[in-house]
């Protein structure tokens, strides 16, 4: 099973791999699924947030895991503080947008690294951190923004499903084009390797809305072609065989 024509090409010009049956299965369904009892109550205790009218911005955060800290250039200490900073410098430039922080790690808000940070971002009016953790937290985050930014992961993936802006952050103090160099499956226009570049996106989303979903569209086609339910689908080849 293989979700497009784009990543089954992919896998035939490997070498090492050998492919004899091969179905395009399509990505499960993921924008249909009803709200879970903790999700509910997470909306419950943040409607005004998530209710907003204004234009929502969501950073996506790598985790602070102990043994990356001196070792991995994308969650290191440094890498971590710097897009805090980066975020609370966003704010100012951008007072009209409403930016919400989330981590995919338990203790990263609680990490006494970055209290000089996260302190200073308990202060700023249009910046919002949600330390929640339940299943699927970053998957209902994103339902409720306009614009996701974060390193690369497959979030991004998901983003580029469903349609939903996105931005990607690859750039760190000494070192960029961390997805580019390897992948190229998004298009150049959502990798950003620079505070600058970065910024020249949001502002484009901002101000050509129209233009910056129709290449959000032709990516998606490129890579995802159109809509599939691999659910359905899996689910029917194999009861085909079985039957």
Not at 7 to 21: D, G, T, V
Not at 22 to 50: H, V
Not at 93 to 118: A, G, H, T, V, W
Not at 179 to 189: G, K, M, P, V
Request: overall charge positive; hydrophobic content about 40%; glycine content about 2%.
């Amino acid at each position: 099973f293989c979700v497009s024509k784009y990543f089954l090409k992919k896998l035939e010009n490997k070498e090492n791999f050998i492919i004899k049956n091969k179905i395009l299965s399509g990505f499960y369904n993921i924008d249909n699924n009803e709200d879970t009892p903790d999700q509910k109550k997470f909306f419950a205790s943040n409607m005004n947030i998530l209710n907003s009218k204004k234009i929502k911005v969501l950073f996506i955060l790598y985790p602070d895991e102990i043994f990356d800290d001196k070792i991995s250039y994308h969650s290191s200490d440094r890498a971590n503080k710097s897009i805090l900073n980066e975020i609370i410098n966003l704010s100012k430039i951008y007072p009209e947008i409403q930016f919400s922080i989330i981590s995919k790690s338990k203790s990263f808000f609680k990490n006494k690294k970055f209290k000089r940070f996260i302190n200073k971002i308990d202060s700023i009016e249009n910046i919002f951190i949600f330390d929640d953790h339940f299943a699927d937290f970053s998957l209902y985050m994103i339902k409720y923004h306009d614009l996701i930014i974060g390193k690369y992961s497959t979030i991004m993936d998901k983003c580029l499903l469903i349609e939903k802006p996105f931005l990607i952050h690859e750039y760190f103090h000494n070192f960029n084009k961390q997805i580019s160099l390897a992948d190229d499956h998004f298009d150049s226009f959502f990798l950003n390797n620079s505070n600058k570049e970065l910024i020249e996106k949001i502002n484009f989303y901002l101000n050509s809305k129209e233009q910056f979903f129709d290449k959000l569209i032709a990516n998606k086609l490129k890579v995802l072609g159109e809509n599939q339910d691999a659910k359905f689908i899996i689910r029917n080849k194999i009861k085909s065989l079985i039957i």
